[in-house]
Nanobody, 115 residues
Framework: QVQFVESGGGLVQSGGSLRLSCAASGSIFRIYLMGWYRQAPEKQRELVASIIKGDTSNYADSVKGRFTISRDNAENTVYLQMNSLKPEDTAVYYC?????????WGQGTQVTVSS
């Protein structure tokens, strides 16, 4: 059972950048689709970016052109580069498989964007 630990969040001003990391407790080489999710206060968790083994990625319309997902199978790590951040990006960010494994959720990492 692979578990995920997210890091890299913080407080940033609007227009700023952050790079999130997701360390897996085991190999992600055979995991076909990995994703970054986020949950804002009083909102449902949503998938914002996903990447397949071959490095093809997809993004939610709200982050397209600003966020970039990548994966390092050798290091069992998934990254999310977030640029041009907006206050509406404020949320707790999580990584997980796609579809999500409910037993693999980590603590997430808080991203707060001030206006």
């Amino acid at each position: 059972q692979v578990q995920f630990v997210e890091s890299g969040g913080g407080l940033v001003q609007s227009g700023g950048s952050l790079r999130l990391s997701c360390a897996a407790s085991g190999s992600i080489f055979r995991i076909y689709l990995m994703g970054w999710y986020r949950q804002a206060p009083e909102k449902q968790r949503e998938l914002v970016a996903s990447i397949i083994k071959g490095d093809t990625s997809n993004y939610a319309d709200s982050v397209k052109g600003r966020f970039t997902i990548s994966r390092d199978n050798a290091e069992n790590t998934v990254y999310l580069q977030m640029n041009s951040l907006k206050p509406e990006d404020t949320a707790v960010y999580y990584c997980n498989t796609v579809p999500a494994n409910d037993r693999a959720w980590g603590q997430g990492t808080q991203v707060t964007v001030s206006s």
